[in-house]
């Protein structure tokens, strides 16, 4: 799976929002924008923003449009770049669906009083944990941030059991990241949320001290551990299974293990992939139709079997290769709180963790 990569660093909010702007005015060319007057919902028509990769949904967007006769109109990008352009378009924009990446970015939008309250029916089919407490967001699938490691280089009963301790001695130049993926913008941000900026600044520091070896995306990070190039890398849990898939393999049987950090650490964050529905179509019965296919019995049974992320409605079990969800000893860290992007943004920049 190709996994799009996040490119918006800047220092400021305002040349976030622009580089946001141009990055998805590039992607977005030749991905089937609507044209139409973005005043008015369009019927039997809905613009999906997703941040969520096109190889990863469009089977399962594809799959809504059977079952509906809805027509989806993608626009792909990162998840960061669309949330930029979201805020910058304001009531302009043509989007229907913001479709999520991390929670954060759904609450940069909300912030914004870009979105509309889902109806209980919805929201209430998923834990308190996983939605906004405004009800204008709600989490669709989970992923737990883990530690890939080799496990012909790294003995189980050495792991650490902390993710702040990879900056030490003991892990100099053997840790991959990839600082750029917006999953690893909100674990940064978790950790300023729950540790303050300081420890923050201290732990991205700490990292580039150590040498910390820059992939430039999940999927990168897994194969070369799995290829004995670098003994671990900090990830989401699901990048296993979709190594694996490639590879024709089973996670079981592959170099790379997944530690999943013990006692509620912050490198054990449980973050959601989400949606959210703009103001323009809060009427719109077609995008409400879109929420609920994602929580329905069949999505997340996708989410779960072809995606391996963890299903977030009850009765749908999850992967079989990671503890069940509700079993992950998770940091005590709102989700809700995850929604200062652009200061993590600037923060992982200034680390000079970025290429």
Known sequence: MGFVVSALFRRSAATFVATGLVAVGLVACGSGQDDTDPGEPNDKIITVYSGRNEKLVKPLLERFTEQTGIEIRPRYATTAQLAAQLVEEGDRSPADIFFAQDAGALGTVAKQGMFATLPESSTGKV?????????????????SRVLVYNADQVPADQLPTSVFDLTGPDWKGKVALAPTNASFQAFVTAIRVQHGDQRAKD????????????????????????????????????????????????????????????????????????????????????????????????????????????????GVPGPTYVPPLADLKVPAIDLNDLDTLEATVAMITDSGLVP
Request: overall charge negative.
């Open 203 to 314: 732990f991205l520091s700490g990292l580039k001290a150590n040498e910390a070896q820059i992939r430039d995306n999940n999927i990168r990070i897994v194969e070369a551990v799995d290829a004995g190039e670098v003994p671990m890398g900090l990830v989401n849990h699901y990048y296993l299974g979709a190594i694996a898939e490639e590879q024709g393999s089973t996670p079981e049987a592959l170099k790379a293990k997944l530690h999943f950090f013990p006692d509620g650490d912050t490198g054990a964050l449980v973050n959601i992939a989400g949606v959210g529905v703009l103001n323009r179509a809060a009427e719109d019965a077609d995008a409400q139709a879109f929420v609920d296919f994602l929580l329905g019995a069949e999505a997340q049974r996708y989410f779960a079997e072809e995606t391996f992320e963890y299903p977030v409605v009850t």
């Open 127 to 143: 834990t308190e944990t996983y939605r906004a407490r405004s009800g204008q967001w709600v989490g669709v699938s989970a992923r």
